[in-house]
């Protein structure tokens, strides 16, 4: 078990592909691309994780290898502050059932933990009894259920004049906190945290991925007397989109929100992600041509 080097990229990708190839078929990630970008952001944030101490990698793979051959990897990422979660964990198909996954997730755990994590929470879906039954038995447990929504085809969105529909300024977040305690439970917002303002070296790494990777990263909200409406648009550097929402308004005042950041960002196999709670969101994302298309039990486990 070992961290992921700048030469293990490609054996790396390729057993994602192996492991994921529908899954990326079905979110539109190009692969070939996503190669290409990959080796780009090894470089990128090796420079950046040695010039600040407090930068939070995103390409952050440790891989299980074996007579020279890639067999396992998996993602670590930090979620919040003091919060980490596995975001891939990939086996090769000949080396499965021969206990590296469970070998894995220890040595990633470890790890987690020695970098001062507080929680360690990762998603699992909901019919894969075998990994559920697993991460009981590490002593994980379910905090919440999350619903993933596909725009299986890019559709035309009316261009609503939307009053009070704006940009995310900095000094919102207060008030989007404020949407959060109305929706989420507590137990999720206690490991996921808030939404809030992003520090300086992270808006100057969003802005850094723009120019060199050419990603997009929107953000909007909608005022009454208060914000009651969020929303975040990302366009990934390997072809993928995902659209984040949260609100608490009428279904129509949402919709018309909504129609109107889809007007020019919707894209074919777009994602969204919501939590268990916000059926509110979820039925007006179905309206506007979101069809679901997994769900995932979020287990945590403390750790510090």
């Not at 596995?86 to 933990?113: C, F, Q, S, V």
């Not at 609503?160 to 940009?167: A, I, Q, S």
């Not at 999720?188 to 723009?210: A, Y």
């Amino acid at each position: 078990m070992r961290e992921m080097r700048y030469k293990d990229l490609e054996k790396v990708n390729n057993l994602l592909r192996d492991s994921f190839g529908d899954l990326y078929e079905e979110k539109n990630i190009d692969v070939s691309r996503r190669v290409k970008y990959m080796k780009m952001g090894y470089i990128f944030e090796k420079i950046l994780s040695s010039l600040f101490k407090d930068y939070e990698k995103s390409l952050d793979f440790f891989v299980c290898e074996e007579d020279g051959k890639i067999v396992g990897a998996t993602r670590i990422a930090v979620h919040t502050k003091g919060v980490f979660t596995y975001t891939t964990m990939a086996i090769d198909k000949d080396y499965r059932r021969k206990g590296i996954a469970y070998e894995l997730a220890y040595y990633a755990e470890e790890i987690m933990k020695e970098r001062g994590a507080k929680y360690i929470a990762f998603a699992v879906k909901t019919d894969n009894l075998p990994s559920i039954g697993l991460s009981t038995k590490r002593g994980f447990t379910i905090y919440n259920e999350y619903f993933g929504y596909m725009l299986k085809k890019s559709l035309k969105y009316e261009d609503k004049k939307v009053e009070m529909f704006r940009k995310l300024r900095g000094t919102d977040y207060t008030e989007i906190g404020e949407i959060e305690k109305k929706v989420m439970n507590e137990l999720t917002l206690e490991i996921e945290g808030k939404i809030k303002e992003p520090s300086f070296l992270n808006k100057m790494v969003s802005i850094f991925r723009e120019i060199i990777f050419r990603e997009k990263f929107y953000e909007y909200v909608l005022e009454r007397d208060r914000i009651v409406a969020y929303s975040r648009v990302s366009h990934f550097v390997d072809g993928s989109s995902l659209m984040i929402v949260l609100s608490f308004c009428e279904e129509q005042i949402l919709r018309d929100f909504l129609e109107k950041i889809l007007n020019k960002n919707a894209r074919e196999k777009m994602r969204a992600v919501l939590v268990k709670e916000q059926t509110t969101d979820r039925k007006v994302l179905q309206e506007l041509g979101f069809e679901e298309h997994s769900r995932h039990y979020m287990f945590y486990k403390k750790v510090g």
